[in-house]
């Protein structure tokens, strides 16, 4: 089992840059394939951005491509998701998601394969 922790969230104005962290505790962090999910007031919960086990390989939504960059640190049990450019539509609660079970590549975008996440963190984009 995993718990995860997110920080970094807060108030940024439009083209500004914010660094999300999810640190990880409990064993074998390797064996969790990591993503972060946001959630805008009166929406659903979307796919953000997801990396794989061992950091090699980034999955991003289209909405985050080349402004977005996820990395994880296995030594420190961490994952950052570093946002740049931002908009006001970015605004949402940004939350970490871990999930242990077989990879499949159709899965990554969807909520329901991932079997923990954190408490969230609000970030705020103003115009």
């Known amino acids: 089992q995993v718990q995860l922790v997110e920080s970094g969230g807060g108030l940024v104005q439009a083209g500004g840059s914010l660094r999300l962290s999810c640190a990880a505790s409990?064993?074998?962090?390797?064996?969790?394939?990591m993503g972060w999910f946001r959630q805008a007031p009166g929406k659903e919960r979307e796919f953000v951005i997801a990396?794989?086990?061992?950091?090699?390989?980034?999955y991003y939504a289209d909405s985050v491509k080349g402004r977005f960059t996820i990395s994880r640190d296995n030594a420190k049990n961490m994952v950052y998701l570093q946002m740049n450019s931002l908009k006001p539509e970015d605004t949402a609660v940004y939350y970490c998601?871990?999930?242990?079970?077989?990879?499949?590549?159709?899965?990554?975008?969807?909520?329901?394969?991932?079997?923990?996440w954190g408490q969230g963190t609000q970030v705020t984009v103003s115009s």
């Open positions: 998601a871990a999930v242990n079970r077989p990879f499949a590549r159709s899965l990554v975008p969807t909520s329901d394969w991932y079997n923990y």
């Open positions: 409990g064993t074998l962090f390797t064996s969790y394939f």
């Open positions: 990396i794989s086990r061992s950091g090699s390989t980034p």
